[in-house]
């Protein structure tokens, strides 16, 4: 298939990358469910040797997730962490990160909780100011860790500026791209050097996978990426491969309707009278709004929002009433999901920590799924009687 021809985004998650399987003429992309395979002599073989090295069912979606990240390397990982784990052993004991400080709980816990003790030094800070990064920057900083929209308090942070910042001062940009997903936002063409993804999200889109990915062009990154992803070995199954793949050929179209329901339902909660606020980069008057206009392709499919009154056990009362919306962790598949940050996704920041960046205690997270957008409302009407 001429690649030249890949130039919107569906035809892209459908293709690139891709190819009938040579042995067989299959479409779709064999599980090629092998650890190992034959040797003609030691050392001649047809290119796979150990499936935690290659697996061709994992290289068909490594190559598709480049593409669809818009980067030349594209690398899968067992989970997000395991991606995020991945990156960070490039650093070195003494190096300095500078992250969002409203960002996934268990990002968070993996920067402070297990890198802190060998060396990595981290700072979070408000990353809507630009000026909150600069104060931070010291000769040890290695890397800017970028989370947008944030996770939960839907923040959106100017990648391209970040970007600008960054390179002047020869830091690495990584974007944690997990809430937008490729087809909403595309961080390595508005300057940032990696991207991260929890593929478990948006990518995988049917809640039956986890996984995670890295997207970048540096050469020398991606050399010491693939050597560490083999070296480390956090790799995943190529039946998860498969289904990742699979998700992929109708992101574009998943995340359209993911958006316009998102929308529905921030307008109905934004008019209800026991709601305090609604956080969704599309209102107009969402600090990030601008941005997210400009470096997104649609708002996303995520809202969070907060009750009058930030009674804890109102939440509470609130999420375990659901009949539509499931109450859960994770985000990004077809069926919607409900959640309280405070004690689930975000339980392990502490609560000044998360008060700080505004996730208050009623907090409520919102995956707005793939269902008909007036009974995802008339689930939210009968939980807020
Ligand atoms: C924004 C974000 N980044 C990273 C992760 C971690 O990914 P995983 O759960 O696939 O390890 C998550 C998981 O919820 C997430 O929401």
Redesign the pocket.
């Known amino acids: 298939m001429n690649n030249t021809l890949f130039k919107g985004f569906g035809t892209r998650a459908i293709h690139a990358g891709l190819e009938p399987d040579p042995s067989t003429g299959a479409v779709m992309t064999p599980i090629y469910q092998t650890s190992t395979y034959a040797q003609e002599a030691p050392g001649k073989h047809k290119g796979y040797e150990y499936s935690r090295t290659h697996n061709p069912t994992r290289k068909a979606l490594e190559a598709n997730l480049a593409a669809i990240e818009g980067g030349k390397y594209g690398l899968a990982f067992a989970?997000?962490?395991?991606a995020?784990d991945t990156l960070l052993k490039t650093l070195n004991p003494g190096d300095e990160i500078i992250s969002t400080n409203d960002?996934?709980g268990?990002?968070y816990r993996l920067f402070v909780r297990v890198y802190e003790k060998f060396g990595l030094r981290f700072h979070f800070v408000p990353m809507q100011q630009l000026s909150s990064i600069e104060e931070k920057i010291t000769e040890k900083t290695r890397l800017i860790w970028v989370?947008t929209p944030t996770?939960p308090m839907l923040n959106v942070i100017d990648i391209e500026a970040v970007a600008q910042l960054a390179k002047t001062k020869g830091i690495l940009l990584a974007v944690?791209n997990?809430?937008a997903s490729p087809y909403l936002q595309q961080p390595l063409k508005l300057g940032a050097d990696i991207v991260m993804h929890?593929?478990?999200?948006y990518i995988g889109g049917h809640s039956d996978l986890?996984?995670?990915a890295l997207v970048l062009n540096n050469d020398a990154l991606a050399e010491q990426l693939y050597f560490l992803q083999n070296a480390a070995g956090a790799v995943p199954g190529p039946m998860d491969c498969f289904l990742a793949l699979r998700g992929i050929k109708t992101l574009h179209v998943r995340m359209q309707r993911h958006c316009e329901n998102a929308e529905k339902v921030a307008r109905f909660l934004r008019s209800h009278p026991k709601v305090e606020k609604v956080f969704w980069p599309g209102f107009p008057d969402h600090p990030g709004h601008e941005i997210a206009k400009k470096q997104m392709r649609a708002f996303g499919g995520m809202i969070s929002f907060t009750m009058k009154g930030d009674s804890i056990e109102e939440a509470f009362r609130a999420v375990s009433s659901f009949k539509i919306f499931t109450l859960a962790?994770?985000?990004g598949g077809v069926e919607s999901l409900a959640g309280h940050p405070a004690t689930m996704?975000h339980a392990s920041i502490p609560r000044e920590e998360r008060l700080k960046a505004g996730l208050s205690d009623s907090l409520i997270r919102l995956s707005v799924g793939l269902e008909d957008a007036d009974d995802l409302i008339s689930d939210l009407k009968q939980v807020l009687q």
């Open positions: 989970s997000g962490l395991a995020i960002l996934y268990g990002t989370e996770n944690d997990t809430f929890s593929a478990t999200k986890v996984m995670g962790e994770s985000l996704t």
